[in-house]
């Protein structure tokens, strides 16, 4: 019973940093720029664009970190 309380716990524990390995922005690539403020959350330039429309602003792909 300890054994597999003990397999039990290394599995969540294994499960809990997979997440934390993954970067957290990667699916969004798509920044917006309106009024002076940036806003990265758009996976394609589509989304981006149609929450820019009416309201003006620019949509321009996420620089890579270096």
Same mark, same amino acid.
Not at 9 to 29: D, K, Q, R, W
Not at 41 to 48: K, N
């Given at each position: 019973?300890?054994?597999?309380?003990?397999?039990?716990?290394?599995?969540?524990?294994?499960? &809990?940093?997979?997440?934390?390995? $993954?970067?957290?922005?990667? !699916?969004? #690539?798509?920044? &917006?720029?309106?009024?002076?403020? $940036?806003?990265?959350?758009? !996976?394609? #330039?589509?989304?981006?664009?149609?929450?820019?429309?009416?309201?003006?602003?620019?949509?321009?792909?996420?620089?890579?970190?270096?």
């Amino acid at each position: 019973m300890r054994k597999l309380i003990v397999i039990a716990f290394g599995i969540l524990g294994m499960l &809990s940093i997979v997440p934390i390995a $993954t970067p957290a922005n990667a !699916a969004n #690539e798509w920044c &917006s720029k309106h009024k002076g403020m $940036t806003r990265c959350a758009y !996976a394609t #330039e589509d989304q981006c664009r149609a929450s820019r429309s009416g309201r003006g602003g620019t949509c321009f792909r996420r620089q890579a970190s270096r």
